[in-house]
């Protein structure tokens, strides 16, 4: 990730500690050089840049990370992920209200939330080729969403709440691995 592009990430979160994401403009967020670059033309494009920011942070927080079994790892690195959420927490549930006002704008976002899977599955070694790999990336996919939200509604420090999710839904996704190996 460019610096500009993480400059407009972390600025984007900033605003949306003092404004909603329906009243955020791209004037708020974005400077006259980015401007005339044209490569962030809309909120759409920013929600873009803010899940490659995630990502980028999420490389970074989990290059590290020690070789264990496949559900350990994914539990790892997917609760890594929602420790960079939780550090901007205020400013993604701004952003996840907006949209479940207007679940068809998520629409547009599906290729690139499923690109954070696939680099989620990479981080974790866990194998998403082929179409066996599809099915999988796709239960990934909705592990991660229903742990998202009990991350939502996790008030504890600790992110209690969420690791015990995540954990049950592994658990949960882990039988239906034998329908697809």
Excluded: C, H
Aim: no cysteine.
């Amino acid at each position: 990730m460019i610096d500009i592009e993480k400059k407009i990430a972390e600025n984007t979160l900033k605003k949306l500690l003092k404004k909603s994401w329906e009243k955020l403009t791209l004037d708020d967020v974005l400077d006259k050089k980015v401007k005339k670059q044209k490569f962030i033309n809309s909120k759409t494009d920013l929600i873009k840049n803010l899940n490659r920011y995630v990502d980028n942070l999420l490389i970074k927080k989990t290059k590290d990370l020690e070789i264990s079994s496949s559900k350990d790892m994914l539990f790892e690195v997917l609760m890594a992920r929602f420790d960079i959420l939780q550090e901007n927490r205020i400013s993604f549930i701004k952003i996840f209200e907006a949209f479940k006002k207007s679940p068809k704008k998520i629409i547009k976002l599906f290729p690139s939330f499923l690109e954070s899977m696939i680099i989620t599955a990479e981080l974790a070694r866990f194998n998403v080729n082929g179409v066996k790999g599809t099915i999988r990336l796709k239960g990934l996919f909705l592990v991660y969403l229903i742990t998202f939200y009990s991350w939502i509604d996790d008030k504890t420090v600790s992110l209690e709440k969420t690791m015990n999710s995540l954990d049950k839904n592994l658990d949960k996704a882990n039988t239906f691995r034998k329908y697809i190996k």
